[in-house]
Structures are given as C-alpha cells and as structure tokens.
C-alpha cells in the first residue's frame, strides 16, 4: 500500500524551482551565474510600507487577525478596485490570503467538483494545473501560437467549451509570455462566456501595474462579467512585495464565503503584520510602483534589442510583466560536437553549463519549443546574460 496519496503523486515537481536549485548548485561552486529564470522584481519594498509593518509591530498586531482579513485593508482592496479599475466589489467579497497562489487555491477548489473542465490557455503559468487536479478537475489546454500573441481567440474559445466546462482562466499581463488582452478582445472572450450562465472566469490580475501599453483592463469590467468574475490579485509583483505573501480574491458573494471557509480550514488568516503593510500599499501613492514599471519597461527594451541580435529566436515584444518568451525550436537538432539539443529544456540546461545563464523551458508552462527570460534584473546582468546566450547558441550548429 502507497504511503503518499495519488493526488500528490500526480503532481511534478515544478521545473522553474528545479532550476533555480541547479543555479543555486552551480553558484555554491563558486560560478558566476546569472539568474533570467526568477520570477520576482529585483526591487526592495517601498519604505513607507515597510514603516507600516513596523508601526504594525509596535502596536501589537500579534493577534489572530479575522479569517477573510481584517477589516480596513478589505475596504482598501474594495476602493482601489472600485478606484484604479472600475469594479464594484463590496470588502463582504473580498478575501486576503498567503498569496495570490493561495487565492487561486481556494477559488477553484471552492468551484470545481470532480469531474469539472477549466479552460486553461497555453502557455500557462503551471501551477493553474496543478491546483485543478488537486481539485479532481480537468484541465482543457486552448493551445495558443506566437503568431496571434499567444492569446485566446474567441473560437479557439468556445470550441473548447463543454456541457462539463466550469471555469476560464485568464491572465493579464501574462506569465510567461508577457501578452496583455485588450479592452476589445476581452469584449470578444465575454460574448462567449455569457452564452454559458454555468461558466465563470477567474481573472489572473497579479502583473497588473507592469505594463507598458494602455492601461489595464479586467475582464471584470465587461457589462455583465462582474458576477460572473473572480479576480486574483496582490501586492507582490507591483509593490515588489514577494516575500510579504498577501494576496486577494475580489469574487462573487457565493464564491468568497466558500473561500473563507476553505481558507478557515487551512491557514487560517494571512499574517496581521503583512496585512498592515498591505493596507499601506493600497492606501498609498503609487509612485514607486511607476518608477518600477518604468524600470522594468526599459528593461524590457534592452532584452529585445539583445534578442533581436541572436539569430533563430523568433518572439513578439511583451506589453507586460518582465519575461521575454522566445520560440527557439530553429536550435533543435543542433549540435556543438558533443551535445545535441533536442528541445527547449536541453537547452536551458545547454545554456545553464555552457554560458552559466538560468532560464526555464517553456515546457514548464506549456510550451516546448520556447524558454523564458525574466528581466527582473539589473542591465549588467542582462546585457552580460544575453551576450554569453548569443555566443552559446552561436556554437550550436
């Protein structure tokens, strides 16, 4: 008899943490590696958040905070979305969590029963899968090209649909590949949904203000999508607040009551001292969080412009978050005279030993023939990491 339940033994182990720790194995040795593989911004977190925790301490918010969160950052949450995005979320519909991963956690599992089909997009962000089959749902991958920007188009869409179809996931601005949805095509995507009252849309918002096109739109904001919408959002990616782990869910009223008692039954609430510093971030000026998305928008010039001078990559310019997502499948079946790459994750571990640069394969998120490049970094990396890439695959023949 197995010790360790299927659920979990149907679950890998995720290829991005994998090569993190082969990078981190390379660096111990004393190598010069530089990390294009990690998710989060390089920035520390603006000082006056930080002041908050502090003052958080200092008043002794060391107590069980109430399971949904605490009352005021759920007003906050509810004014900035009503603020930045048009959305009328009542704080009884919004819930604070560890993360947005948990966020999404507790959405699906409050939504999917076994059985039930979710329309993921391809590519993904991996961990959408994971979650629904821990659900015992289905996952239903709409593969996408870099031809159309790696967007769902409202066929691909309703061609996947089901009498079992319970959920669409949408993510804007996109991890991995950097694509944003426009007003209009979020519009196209809502005339289909609404065909189907059975069918809601949880809408990945995390990369919300690390954009460089027009301003951000929510699915949410479509004339008769509010009810049918939950939104996943934080503070990690926009108040480079990774570490703090707070998220949301704006959903709902049915489906953030169910959250709450989900989250009631697992973590409990997320911590007093990183709700308070929240509260802040929502509360407050959104310079910072400009001076990143200006940082990281120059950065995202820097990487084409360098990408532009490799041959073979073939890639559409991100209009948000800070990845690049290269098709590199014009390597396959080359050679340097000892190794052959087969795809792209030989390839990143090509690029990891032969130019000591960590990126991840696209198969992590659906994608075999791209890798991703993250350029929350400093310029010097990537200009030095690029360059080592270029000379790499100029090797490969």
Known sequence: METIAQRVLNLAEPEILLMAQRSRDLKAQGLDVISLSIGEPDFETPQHIKDAAIEAINENYSHYPPIPGYADLRKAISDKLMRENGLNYAPSQIVVSTGAKQALFNAIFATVNSGDEVIIPSPFWATYMDIVTLSEGKSVIVKTSIDQSFKMNPKQLEDAITPKTKLVILNSPSNPTGAVYT????????EIIKKYPRIKVISDEIYELILFSDNHCS?????????????????????????????FTAAPADIAEACVKIQGQSTSAASSIAQMAALAAYKGSLDESVKMCEAFRRRRDLVVSLAEQIPGLKF????????????????????????????????????????LIATVTGSAFGEPDCLRISFATSDENLTKGLTRMKSALEKLK
């Open 219 to 247: 699915i949410a904001a479509i004339p008769g999508m509010l009810e049918r919408t939950i939104i996943i959002n934080g503070v990690s990616k926009g108040y480079a607040m990774t570490g703090w782990r707070i998220g």
């Open 316 to 355: 559409f310019k991100p209009e948000g978050a800070f990845y690049l997502f290269p098709d590199v499948s014009s390597y396959f079946g080359k050679s340097d005279g000892k190794t052959t790459i087969n795809n792209a994750t030989e390839l990143t571990m090509y690029l990891l030993e032969h130019a």
């Open 183 to 190: 007003a209009k095509e979020l519009e196209k995507l809502a």
